[in-house]
């Protein structure tokens, strides 16, 4: 092979990389946004921020990339669903889209109230438990929560049983409130 | 044996890995926490319930297009998060100078303008310089061999930890009305790699309607190695604003930062090369050419890019040591960046910039 062949192989296999980590792990990354937002459509416009915040400063083929992917996933839907200009504009949308629905709109009504209380509640844990749960919820075994978070796999059963506790307690506040 | 803790017990409910060993062999004869276990699976199990939602439908290829799509049109690398049109704008416009600032030092960095710097010069810029220098990006691939890990905290022994025992400044007397609420943070060291890559500065020169400058010989898969950190720092200021959403936070008043000065390191090429080469690019104004070249021996100079319209510097001697002031004495913003002794200082805020020479002269 020579010199310029090289290059383009290097500057293609990078694309490659690229593309195949996004092939393995899109669905999973919006798998992980959608859980913390209920909804697919958000979800959708965080992965693909995170993806593109990955692709400016790492290496597709980086060890740690899919770690990467999902706590930037969790955190970024996170912060997302604790802005306050998300929330309004998230009633506003919901209220339209409730309306256009043909079947049984009560009920719809009310799955769609409970996931957003839901989503309020879990917008006020801390960081952490926050995202071992929704990564967890979203099909991330304990082994790839623990690394995405940096922590051993051993805590990863603290963090959700604390996270699970901590929601429960603001689901309960939220209502009686 | 002791019982088994409550994340033992949340991990044997759904983790298959979990349900063997001396934990299953305790849980299967301990009726005390098979009673806890049913408690906790429970609660598991509710949880999941709350958070279930419909599965979101993708579709791989088309969203693969979009983000390609969307890389390509953004100049990578610049991004202001902290601009906001809601907020002071002249507070603002020297913060978006100072956050410029670092991003072009970074990209200098990369570019191999220096090694290992002793002392700093200012450099005026224009904002066309620092978006040309932004698209650096465009001609290589940075990657970290070493991510930064960042961490803020509440006491000072935690944050000279997370920077692996850098010991913080401390400002002898806050100028008046800088709030006493401090915040600390510290930086692990952080260790980055930009590889050259002749295909794609070519690609971005013909993206441009522009001809590549010529490449020196081994540019091409050059690479350059960058460390920074560790580096600790103090931010003053009450930055939640109360009753506020919490995406909307206050400018902090005053910055201090301690790290370790940057050092570089490049294989193929040098730095001699890899100025001339950058300063060649496209897009490039003949001024910032002509200061950068009367700045004298790059590898121990560290620049420090002024952009004309934002911001006025200064030479001053902070601790013996050469060192820019920026900023006025309004009020509005100010800073100091000064290197001794290996490590390079900063001290910033919406205070004056006479304060932030005392604060300076008197940091230990």
Same mark, same amino acid.
């Given at each position: 092979?020579?010199?310029?062949?090289?290059?383009?192989?290097?500057?293609?296999?990078?694309?490659?990389?690229?593309?195949?980590?996004?092939?393995?792990?899109?669905?999973?990354?919006?798998?992980?946004?959608?859980?913390?937002?209920?909804?697919?459509?958000?979800?959708?416009?965080?992965?693909?921020?995170?993806?593109?915040?990955?692709?400016?400063?790492?290496?597709?083929?980086?060890?740690?990339?899919?770690?990467?992917?999902?706590?930037?996933?969790?955190?970024?839907?996170?912060?997302?669903?604790?802005?306050?200009?998300?929330?309004?504009?998230?009633?506003?949308?919901?209220?339209?889209?409730?309306?256009?629905?043909?079947?049984?709109?009560?009920?719809?009504?009310?799955?769609?109230?409970?996931?957003?209380?839901?989503?309020?509640?879990?917008?006020?844990?801390?960081?952490?438990?926050?995202?071992?749960?929704?990564?967890?919820?979203?099909?991330?075994?304990?082994?790839?929560?623990?690394?995405?978070?940096?922590?051993?796999?051993?805590?990863?059963?603290?963090?959700?049983?604390?996270?699970?506790?901590?929601?429960?307690?603001?689901?309960?506040?939220?209502?009686?409130? | 044996?002791?019982?088994?803790?409550?994340?033992?017990?949340?991990?044997?409910?759904?983790?298959?890995?979990?349900?063997?060993?001396?934990?299953?062999?305790?849980?299967? @004869?301990?009726?005390?926490?098979?009673?806890?276990?049913?408690?906790?699976?429970?609660?598991?199990?509710?949880?999941?319930?709350?958070?279930?939602?419909?599965?979101?439908?993708?579709?791989?290829?088309?969203?693969?297009?979009?983000?390609?799509?969307?890389?390509?049109?953004?100049?990578?690398?610049?991004?202001?998060?902290?601009?906001?049109?809601?907020?002071?704008?002249?507070?603002?416009?020297?913060?978006?100078?100072?956050?410029?600032?670092?991003?072009?030092?970074?990209?200098?960095?990369?570019?191999?303008?220096?090694?290992?710097?002793?002392?700093?010069?200012?450099?005026?810029?224009?904002?066309?310089?620092?978006?040309?220098?932004?698209?650096?990006?465009?001609?290589?691939?940075?990657?970290?061999?070493?991510?930064?890990?960042?961490?803020?905290?509440?006491?000072?022994?935690?944050?000279?930890?997370?920077?692996?025992?850098?010991?913080?400044?401390?400002?002898?007397?806050?100028?008046?009305?800088?709030?006493?609420?401090?915040?600390?943070?510290?930086?692990?060291?952080?260790?980055?790699?930009?590889?050259?890559?002749?295909?794609?500065?070519?690609?971005?020169?013909?993206?441009?309607?522009?001809?590549?400058?010529?490449?020196?010989?081994?540019?091409?898969?050059?690479?350059?190695?960058?460390?920074?950190?560790?580096?600790? @720092?103090?931010?003053? @200021?009450?930055?939640?604003?109360?009753?506020?959403?919490?995406?909307?936070?206050?400018?902090?008043?005053?910055?201090?930062?301690?790290?370790?000065?940057?050092?570089?390191?490049?294989?193929?090429?040098?730095?001699?090369?890899?100025?001339?080469?950058?300063?060649?690019?496209?897009?490039?104004?003949?001024?910032?050419?002509?200061?950068?070249?009367?700045?004298?021996?790059?590898?121990?100079?560290?620049?420090?890019?002024?952009?004309?319209?934002?911001?006025?510097?200064?030479?001053?001697?902070?601790?013996?040591?050469?060192?820019?002031?920026?900023?006025?004495?309004?009020?509005? @913003?100010?800073?100091?960046?000064?290197?001794?002794?290996?490590?390079?200082?900063?001290?910033?805020?919406?205070?004056?910039?006479?304060?932030?020479?005392?604060?300076?002269?008197?940091?230990?």
């Amino acid at each position: 092979m020579n010199l310029g062949a090289r290059r383009m192989a290097t500057a293609k296999s990078d694309e490659e990389a690229f593309e195949a980590l996004f092939t393995a792990e899109y669905a999973r990354v919006v798998g992980i946004a959608n859980r913390v937002l209920a909804d697919p459509h958000e979800a959708e416009d965080v992965a693909q921020d995170v993806f593109i915040d990955f692709h400016r400063l790492h290496s597709a083929s980086a060890q740690y990339a899919p770690a990467w992917l999902h706590r930037a996933a969790a955190h970024a839907s996170l912060n997302r669903l604790r802005g306050a200009r998300r929330r309004q504009k998230r009633e506003v949308a919901q209220a339209m889209e409730e309306g256009e629905r043909a079947v049984d709109p009560q009920k719809q009504l009310e799955v769609s109230e409970d996931r957003r209380h839901v989503r309020q509640a879990l917008g006020r844990l801390a960081p952490k438990p926050a995202a071992a749960l929704a990564m967890r919820a979203s099909g991330l075994s304990y082994a790839e929560v623990a690394q995405a978070l940096g922590v051993g796999i051993g805590q990863v059963g603290t963090l959700l049983r604390r996270a699970e506790a901590a929601l429960r307690k603001e689901v309960t506040r939220g209502t009686s409130n | 044996m002791a019982h088994l803790t409550e994340g033992t017990l949340r991990r044997m409910v759904d983790d298959p890995d979990a349900r063997s060993g001396a934990d299953a062999a305790h849980l299967e @004869g301990c009726p005390e926490c098979q009673a806890q276990f049913k408690v906790v699976s429970a609660d598991a199990r509710s949880i999941a319930t709350l958070l279930a939602v419909p599965e979101a439908r993708v579709d791989v290829g088309r969203s693969f297009e979009r983000v390609m799509q969307h890389r390509k049109s953004q100049p990578a690398l610049v991004r202001f998060p902290i601009l906001r049109p809601s907020a002071r704008p002249l507070t603002l416009a020297f913060v978006a100078a100072i956050a410029a600032g670092a991003l072009v030092v970074m990209a200098f960095t990369f570019a191999g303008l220096f090694f290992k710097p002793t002392t700093v010069k200012a450099v005026p810029v224009t904002v066309a310089d620092m978006q040309a220098l932004s698209e650096l990006s465009n001609y290589g691939t940075l990657a970290w061999t070493k991510e930064p890990q960042l961490q803020a905290t509440t006491s000072a022994a935690d944050a000279s930890a997370a920077a692996g025992g850098l010991s913080l400044p401390t400002v002898a007397k806050l100028p008046d009305g800088v709030s006493t609420t401090v915040t600390y943070g510290g930086m692990s060291e952080a260790v980055a790699t930009f590889t050259f890559s002749a295909d794609k500065a070519a690609a971005s020169a013909a993206a441009q309607g522009k001809t590549l400058p010529k490449m020196p010989t081994g540019m091409d898969g050059a690479t350059l190695t960058l460390t920074v950190g560790p580096a600790v @720092g103090e931010v003053y @200021g009450n930055l939640q604003k109360p009753g506020s959403a919490t995406n909307d936070i206050n400018l902090p008043q005053l910055i201090v930062v301690k790290s370790a000065s940057p050092t570089a390191k490049s294989t193929q090429v040098s730095v001699t090369d890899l100025e001339n080469f950058i300063l060649a690019q496209p897009g490039i104004s003949a001024e910032l050419k002509a200061a950068i070249q009367a700045i004298g021996d790059p590898s121990t100079t560290l620049l420090i890019p002024v952009p004309i319209q934002y911001a006025t510097s200064t030479q001053v001697t902070i601790q013996g040591s050469d060192g820019v002031a920026l900023g006025d004495n309004t009020g509005v @913003g100010a800073g100091v960046v000064w290197v001794k002794d290996g490590y390079v200082y900063v001290v910033v805020g919406s205070i004056k910039r006479d304060d932030a020479v005392t604060i300076a002269n008197n940091l230990k």
